[in-house]
């Protein structure tokens, strides 16, 4: 065998999971089995009425104002996570101060909540008779059960994943390059600007999509504190889920309406 050869095969990483076509194949069918599948049930049952129908759906007031609302409100609770989520990250990593454990356990506290159960706390929190809803109802300020409490609601739920996407590339990140960067005469905003941001850059672009991704289909924190006016505090999911109960229940109707009437000719 050739010396080129030899080295090739010396350098070649031996693999951890034996079999690659078989581990490759078993990937790939629990991926189509689990998200390729689904995602494709939804899109033909949605395609099945056809396009004019799916416009006409799409098109009315009603729903362009829940679209409105929930794309909205998820933007902006993502843009408000992006900045302190950051912030948040970089706190815990860089400063020490007593109860930090606790602070960072904290974090992770909208993922163990129940989202039901998230909104209803912060209803009862941003209602005029609340904790903090008597403060803002003399200012005239109202959250619960207006669009701003939607806000609220979705950047509770979205904080953990800008907080837990960049806390670890802040760890990765060793302050000796902020000193080098300020020994040669860098000021703290162009370490920040060249040193810190590039290197963080594609963490916070990740969190703010994961918690984009998150608000945008949120449900359970949303429906309590929302309100749920049409045209006014409406969101899409709870809008989806009101028109598949519509259906359902006409559906049912029908079809006891049909055996009602074969037994009656019976």
Known sequence: MPTAALTFVSRRAPAVLPGRTLTLGLTLTWLCLIVL?????????????G?????RAVGSPRVIASLKLSFGSALLAALVNLAFGGLTAWVLVRYPFPAKKLIDALVDLPFALPTAVAGIALTALYTPQGWVGRWLA?????VAFAPAGIVVALVFIGLPFVVRTVQPVLEDLSPEYEEAARSLGASRAQVFLHVVLPAVAPALLTGFALAFARAAGEYGSGIFIAGNLPLVSEIAPLLIVTQLEQCSSSRNWSSTTSRARRRSRW
């Not at 396009?51 to 416009?55: K, N, P, R, S, V």
């Open 51 to 55: 396009w004019e129908a799916f416009l």
């Open 138 to 142: 003399p200012l005239g300020l109202q």
């Open 37 to 49: 599948l689904p995602l494709s049930a939804v899109t033909l049952t949605a395609a099945a009425p």
